[in-house]
């Protein structure tokens, strides 16, 4: 498949004189969103009420959907469902991991990884026991802290400051030597680089679909589990949809069959609304197509920056085979350049202590984008522009 990258870009809503490089950590407004979710409440929840569940098919969106992610992440239909958000998923895919290793304490994870993923795997230590252990090493030491106590290798497969990419494959691998699952978390992969799933035999995977999938501002999460491990599953958080017959309103829990299992309560219709139509600009591109053009973007980015503007360094990996979709570069005055930036409608962001990071979404961005981008940077840096007290200043959300 060839994709005219012209084409997806104007099915896009990108405001007059922004350049948007932001989408890794919000994407764009598709143009078809706003209709379907007008349509969505005014002919659906308007007119059908309580009825919208079967005649819109609201019920059934969660399967379907995440069957239309499973082609981007590379993974059979039937193996991913949709909802809930990101921390809640990585929540439910860690305790049942937990549950299938019974004899096993430890959930290993790396220093970079990102606070929320961290965060609720000590909880759930905590909740569990003395016993259990979050172990938390840097990235050059996970393959020898792996042994036959670490029931989960969690990671996000790309670095959420500098990039960064680990090997899936390999590190699966390295887990299911010591008899340990691995989940994956894909918030900044799914969407901005190909991922293999099935192939690389991970075990779960988590992401969200706010960032480079463009369902908008709360859009619901995904969950992944292997094929022959799906009904083996005790779901954490066992809610109502999760059940093989919720309205049967039964007092006992027993999980549906196959992935649905991991379904928790009432989804998101609205956002759901959304996310379909993001993913009918999905549909019409190949990840293969995503990764050449995103290759092509970051690396022209780098090489201007990089003739340019001499007192930035480069914070992610020059190979563009080991970073996702995005490109750090470190300064001490990275919030106020940033800023500067912004001020320019060059919308990037800025991740503490010291990065301004920058992503590349191929259905939006052109070369253009990325030359006045790298071109407006140089002016700042050249004429010390982000010295002005204005972009000193810093809001709640950075
Ligand atoms: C964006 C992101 C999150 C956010 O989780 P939410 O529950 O959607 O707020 C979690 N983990 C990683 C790695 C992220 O990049």
């Known amino acids: 498949m060839t994709v005219d990258f012209a084409a997806t870009r104007a099915l896009f809503d990108l405001p007059q004189d922004v350049i948007y ?93 990102f606070p929320s993923d961290l965060y609720i795997a000590q909880g759930l230590c905590n909740s569990l026991g003395p016993d259990y252990q979050l172990k938390i090493v840097e990235n050059g030491a996970i393959e020898d802290a792996l042994d036959e106590t670490t029931a989960l290798l969690m990671l996000t497969e790309v670095d959420y400051r500098t990039g960064a990419k680990f090997d899936m494959g390999a590190l699966t691998k390295k887990a299911h030597q010591v008899g340990a699952l691995t989940l994956w978390d894909l918030a900044h992969s799914a969407g901005a680089i190909p991922v293999h799933l099935s192939q690389t035999k991970a075990d779960f995977a988590v992401g969200c679909t706010y960032k480079y999938l463009n369902s908008g501002p709360g859009g619901p999460a995904f969950i992944y589990a292997a094929p022959h491990l799906i009904d083996k599953l005790r779901p954490a958080l066992a809610g109502w949809l999760g059940h093989a017959d919720p309205f049967n309103f039964s007092q006992t829990y027993e999980p549906k069959k196959g992935i649905a299992r991991m379904r928790i309560g009432t989804p998101p219709v609205l956002q759901m609304a959304a996310l379909e139509t993001a993913l009918d600009i999905w549909d019409l591109v190949d990840m293969e197509d995503v990764r050449r053009a995103s290759i092509h973007l970051s690396t022209r980015f780098i090489a201007a920056v990089e003739a340019s503007c001499p007192s930035l360094s480069l914070a992610s990996p020059r190979d563009a085979e080991r970073r996702g979709s995005q490109v750090s ?12 930036l912004i001020a320019r409608g060059v919308i990037g962001d800025f991740r503490a202590p010291n990065l301004i990071r920058f992503g590349f979404a191929p259905l939006y961005n052109t070369e253009d984008d990325i030359d006045s981008a790298a071109r407006i940077l140089a002016e700042i840096m050249r004429d010390d522009l982000w010295k002005e007290a204005t972009y000193q200043t810093r809001a709640a959300v950075t």
């Open 21 to 113: 490089l932001d989408g890794n950590s919000l994407g764009p407004l598709p143009r078809a969103t706003a209709k379907r979710l007008a349509d969505c409440v005014q002919s659906e929840w308007g007119q059908m009420l309580v009825t919208g569940w079967n005649k819109a098919g609201w019920m059934a969106q969660p399967n379907l959907l995440g069957d239309r992610i499973a082609r981007l992440i590379g993974a059979e239909a039937g193996t991913v469902m949709v909802g809930d958000t990101l921390s809640i998923k990585v929540y439910q895919a860690l305790a049942s991991g937990l549950d299938l290793l019974p004899k096993r304490r430890i959930i290993l994870s790396n220093d970079a990884n």
């Open 329 to 340: 570069f470190s300064h001490l005055e990275g919030f106020a350049i940033m800023q500067a």
